[in-house]
């Protein structure tokens, strides 16, 4: 069965980040980019707090989201060089779908704040999952826009937090596998 390249195991086995610049068209149609959020919805969610929301940026509104990053860092940065600009302005515009992954902690709630975290990320492995099973590529990222409060503040306020960028698209080459740890190096036995 672990040979198998078939069944969903072999889709978990395969399943690569591809870089946000490199996707291409198409990507999913609005009923594929519903599914793909209803599963990562499925998500670990100690105590049914769905902690996570999921922010959709259509094409129409790309630009503004660039328009958003690239104000931020120049507040922050004023003496940014023209080539920071530039890559934060290209940001937004990567890819054909771009889903903004928030963690929305319930701060009232006994649920420990890092469990409400960490189902955040689930949420977006999830995501990741769920568009290479449909065929698609995908790109959690991470980078500047995501720890600043302005960029956070134009989704939702704090405590909300930026998870990612998951960017979704369609690759034109295989994608190169990357080194992974030896499993031997990341796993031990305990008591032993």
């Not at 959020?37 to 922010?55: C, M, Q, S, V």
């Not at 920071?84 to 963690?103: G, H, K, M, W, Y």
């Not at 189902?119 to 769920?130: E, F």
């Not at 991470?142 to 306020?157: E, H, I, K, N, Q």
Request: aromatic share 6%.
């Amino acid at each position: 069965m672990l040979n198998d390249t078939t069944t969903p195991l072999a889709l978990l086995r395969t399943r690569r980040s591809g870089r946000p610049r490199d996707m291409i068209a198409p990507g999913p149609s609005d009923r594929q980019l519903t599914a793909m959020l209803e599963i990562a919805a499925r998500t670990p969610d100690h105590g049914k707090l769905a902690p996570w929301r999921f922010a959709v940026v259509p094409g129409t509104a790309r630009a503004g989201l660039s328009a958003v990053i690239t104000a931020a860092y120049r507040a922050e940065r004023p003496q940014a060089a023209a080539t920071e600009i530039a890559a934060l302005e290209a940001f937004a515009t990567q890819a054909p779908a771009l889903v903004v992954v928030l963690s929305q902690p319930k701060p009232e709630s006994h649920i420990p704040l890092w469990e409400q975290e960490l189902s955040a990320g689930a949420a977006c492995m999830n995501l990741l999952h769920a568009a290479h099973a449909m065929g698609f590529v995908a790109g959690w990222v991470t980078g500047w826009p995501t720890y600043s409060d302005a960029v956070r503040d134009a989704f939702a306020p704090a405590p909300a937090r930026i998870a990612g960028f998951v960017f979704i698209g369609s690759t034109g080459a295989p994608l190169e596998e990357r080194p992974r740890p030896a499993i031997e190096a990341v796993v031990s036995t305990w008591g032993t």
